[in-house]
T-cell receptor, first 114, second 113 residues
């Protein structure tokens, strides 16, 4: 199993540009999450999904959109990039069996908006 | 307000030494507490998960403790190795929600030869 994969690893955007951060998992997990990690701060939840076709907002959803058309994929869309979106983005997934199930994280995408 | 605070912010120790990292939380309702290891440039990796009824959990040289009464947890690393250099993040799950994980800011550990 590849686990949770994310692409790209790095990206530089200009203000106002758009992009999609890709996330895929091959563990057949129902739950998927998008977090951002700013320097010196804890991870903040952007969006999450409990299954294909179901998504919901987390703590910091403004400026982002997601979709979940399949169990495997959970892309994150930035429509109008702003410098405040400069961060490291992590995708994670979890099985549904219980509250103590492990959350598996991808390697992250480092995004800089100039 | 749900919060997870970790101390120290950073720590430097010599290889072979032990160390203890602290986590205090004010999260309600409490479901479980997790410790993650995050290597530089990588995603967090789970070390331990403890529920309300568990007060200790080990994973190799890592031992986590939980005192649900005082809302404190610690992560003890025994006989540290250079590969232990990483950030250690305490995460508390707030109730039975599918997304309510409260992340601490982490302790950055550096192990020197």
């Amino acid at each position: 199993n590849a686990g949770v994969t994310q692409t790209p690893k790095f990206r530089i955007l200009k203000i106002g540009q758009s992009m999609t951060l890709q996330c895929a998992q091959d563990m057949n997990h129902n739950y998927m999450y998008w977090y951002r990690q700013d320097p010196g701060m804890g991870l903040k939840l952007i969006y999450y999904s409990v299954g294909a076709g179901i998504t919901d907002k987390g703590e910091v959803p403004n400026g982002y959109n997601v979709s979940r058309s399949t169990t495997e994929d959970f892309p994150l869309r930035l429509e109008l990039a702003a410098p405040s979106q400069t961060s490291v983005y992590f995708c994670a997934s979890r099985a549904i069996a219980g509250e103590t199930d492990t959350q598996y994280f991808g390697p992250g995408t480092r995004l800089t908006v100039l | 307000k749900n919060q997870v605070e970790q101390s120290p912010q950073s720590l430097i120790i010599l290889e072979g030494k032990n160390c203890t990292l602290q986590c205090n939380y004010t999260v309600s309702p409490f479901s479980n507490l997790r410790w993650y290891k995050q290597d530089t440039g990588r995603g967090p990796v789970s070390l331990t998960i403890m529920t309300f009824s568990e007060n200790t959990k080990s994973n190799g040289r890592y031992t986590a403790t939980l005192d649900a009464d005082t809302k404190q947890s610690s992560l003890h690393i025994t006989a540290s190795q250079l590969s232990d250099s990483a950030s250690y993040i305490c995460v508390v799950s707030a109730g039975a929600g599918t997304y309510k994980y409260i992340f601490g800011t982490g302790t950055r550990l550096k192990v020197l030869a």
